[in-house]
């Protein structure tokens, strides 16, 4: 049978009380647990947050608040040295897998650097051969970031004409290397 849900948040400030009137007894233990002060204050606020959630959504059906908050602190401190044990034999592995990976990485960068500059020198070519020199000007004021509105106030062009000559060469560009766009990421 499950309570209302106004009767879980009355258990829930209950086991808040009853952890503030068991602190001298439940933080010390945790501190012992913990092997530091900081870190067993920080295992028991933990867990007297896990306790007060997991009451607040279930409810609470069992032995006193003390001893589920000592359960939860006990649980709390298995989980974190597993985490710790897991992290230490792994992090060799990572290390040997990051170098090998950092290796490959760097033969594939150069690799797309040079492939991109082919197609910058392919681009420059293009445009140079097939629009005027104004054009291929507004079209890289656009691509270094100005706005239509800014390249019209630059060029002295009319804001119609700067967006023809963007899209224009636009779609000329991406009709003549979209094959090649879609080798490099």
Request: charged letters at 25%; hydrophobic letters at 35%.
């Amino acid at each position: 049978m499950q309570l209302p849900q106004n009767d879980y948040e009355l258990q829930a400030s209950a086991c808040l009380k009853a952890a503030a009137e068991h602190r001298k007894t439940l933080e010390p233990s945790a501190i012992m647990l913990a092997g530091s002060e900081d870190e067993g204050k920080e295992l028991y606020q933990e867990a007297v947050l896990r306790a007060h959630d997991t009451i607040q959504k279930y409810g609470f059906h069992g032995e006193g608040y003390q001893f589920y908050i000592w359960r939860i602190i006990k649980r709390l401190n298995v989980e974190q040295k597993e985490r710790a044990v897991k992290q230490r034999s792994s992090s060799s592995t990572r290390a040997a897998l990051a170098l090998a990976v950092e290796q490959q990485s760097s033969d594939l960068m150069e690799q797309r650097i040079d492939q991109k500059q082919h197609l910058a020198d392919q681009i420059r070519f293009e445009l140079e051969s097939r629009f005027s020199q104004a054009d291929v000007n507004t079209f890289k004021l656009h691509v270094n970031g100005q706005s239509c509105r800014e390249i019209e106030r630059l060029t002295g062009t009319n804001y119609r004409s700067v967006n023809r000559t963007i899209n224009s060469i636009k779609s000329y560009l991406s009709g003549l290397f979209r094959p090649a766009f879609e080798g490099i990421e």
